[in-house]
C-alpha cells in the first residue's frame, strides 16, 4: 500500500529538537481499501487474518507480558545474544544510523545504543511500529535516558515506512530486525521482504535480522500457550481490534486460542477456533461472514529457520552475512548482512 503524505505528531518542547514521529494519514484511504487483507483473508478458505492486526495499543502491551513469560524463550535468549555480542556488532559497523522495523518497547534496542554509545558514536534512531502509543511512550523514555539520542518515529507498516524512509542522516545505516518476526513470513513473502530490504539500503549498508531456529516440539509449544493464558489473549484481542477498527461484532467468547507446531513446514501456526455457528458483519468494511461451528482463522505463522539455509537466501538477495551469533544452546540467531 502505497502511502503519499504524512502527519506529523509534535513532541513536549523539552524534546522538540530531538523527537519526532510521522504517521500515515488514514485520512487518505477508506476504510475498504485499508482493510482490503481482512476481506480477502476472511472469504478465502480455510480463513486466514494478517499478524499487523495483532497490534493495536492494547495488543502491543499484551505482547511485550509475553515476552516476559517464563515459556517464551525468543526474547531472553535474543537479549542474551545482544548483551554479549553488541558492542562487537558496533565495532564491525562504525558509525551507523539505526532503524528498527517492529521496535515495540525498544528494550532490545537499548543494547545496541549502549555498545554505540560506548563507542563514541553519535546516536540517530529511528523506529518503525503499528502502534503509536507504545513507540511515542518508548521514545520518550529513551530521550530522557540517552541524552544525545536524536529519534525519528514513523508510525506505519513495514512496507509503508520503507517505502518513505529517507536518506540516512549518517555516513551509513544499519536497518534491523529482531524478535524472529521475519518467521511470521510465508516464504514468499520473505523473498519479497528481502528484496525490499535491499532496495532500501545502500552499498555498505548493514541489516541485523534475529531469527529463531529450529527446536524440539516440547520446546516451541509450550512458547505459544503459556499457562497464564496471555498468549490466548493477545490471540483473541485480534478480534478486538477488528471490532473497533471495523465496527464489527466478533463475539470473542465463541473463539479459543491454541498454537501447534507443524513439523513439514518447521512452523508454529496460531488459530481462532470458532466451538459455535457465529454470523460476523464488518460494517466499514460492508463484510459479512458465516462462521461454522469448528471452523478456525488462521492468525500467525512462526517459522523455525535453518540458520546455514537462511544465509544462502539473504545473500540470493545481495544482502551478504558477514557474521553470526548463537546463544550456547543455539535455540536462536542473529546475522550481520551487509549490502
Known amino acids: 500500500m502505497q502511502i503519499t503524505s504524512t502527519a506529523t505528531w509534535k513532541a513536549p518542547d523539552s524534546l522538540q529538537s530531538r523527537l519526532q514521529i510521522q504517521h500515515f494519514s488514514p485520512s487518505e484511504h477508506s476504510p475498504i481499501a485499508v482493510g482490503q487483507d481482512v476481506i480477502k483473508g476472511l472469504t478465502q478458505s480455510p480463513k486466514v487474518l494478517p499478524p499487523q ?61 549502549d555498545a554505540y554509545q560506548q563507542q563514541g558514536y553519535p546516536l540517530h534512531y529511528q523506529p518503525i511500529d503499528v502502534s503509536a502509543g507504545i513507540l511515542t511512550e518508548s521514545a520518550e523514555q529513551l530521550l530522557t535516558d540517552y541524552p544525545s539520542l536524536k529519534v525519528q518515529g514513523w508510525v506505519g507498516t513495514y512496507e509503508q515506512a520503507l517505502a518513505k524512509l529517507p536518506l540516512a542522516t549518517l555516513s551509513q545505516r544499519m536497518l534491523f530486525f529482531l524478535g524472529s518476526s521475519l518467521g511470521n513470513f510465508t516464504p514468499a513473502a520473505c523473498d519479497q521482504f528481502m528484496t525490499q530490504i535491499a532496495t532500501v539500503l545502500a552499498p555498505g549498508d548493514y541489516f541485523l535480522l534475529g531469527i529463531d531456529l529450529q527446536k524440539p516440539k516440547d520446546i516451541l509449544e509450550p512458547a505459544y500457550n503459556d499457562r497464564q493464558q496471555v498468549t490466548a489473549a493477545f490471540n483473541l484481542n485480534m478480534l478486538s481490534h477488528l471490532n473497533w477498527r471495523f465496527q464489527g461484532n466478533f463475539d470473542l467468547g465463541l473463539f479459543a486460542h491454541q498454537a501447534i507446531y507443524n513439523p513439514v513446514e518447521t512452523q508454529i501456526e496460531m488459530y481462532l477456533h470458532c ?25 500467525e505463522i512462526s517459522r523455525k529457520f535453518d540458520l546455514a539455509a537462511l544465509q544462502i537466501q539473504l545473500e540470493s538477495h545481495g544482502l551478504k552475512p558477514i557474521q553470526t551469533w548463537t546463544d550456547p544452546q543455539q535455540w536462536f540467531g542473529l546475522i550481520l548482512c551487509q549490502a
Not at 61 to 86: D, M
Not at 275 to 299: P, R
Open 53 to 113: 492486526y495483532f497490534y493495536d495499543d492494547r495488543g502491543s502491551q499484551l505482547f511485550e507480558q509475553i515476552c516476559a513469560l517464563p515459556e517464551y524463550y525468543p526474547t531472553r535468549t535474543e537479549a542474551w545474544i545482544l548483551h554479549h555480542y553488541a558492542p562487537a556488532i558496533a565495532q564491525c559497523t562504525g558509525v551507523c544510523e539505526l532503524v528498527e522495523l517492529g521496535s515495540g518497547s525498544s528494550t532490545k534496542t537499548r543494547l545496541l545504543l
Open 275 to 299: 466451538h459455535k455457528d457465529h454470523q460476523v458483519s464488518l460494517k466499514e468494511l460492508d463484510l459479512s461472514i458465516s462462521f461454522q461451528a469448528g471452523e478456525s482463522i488462521l492468525t
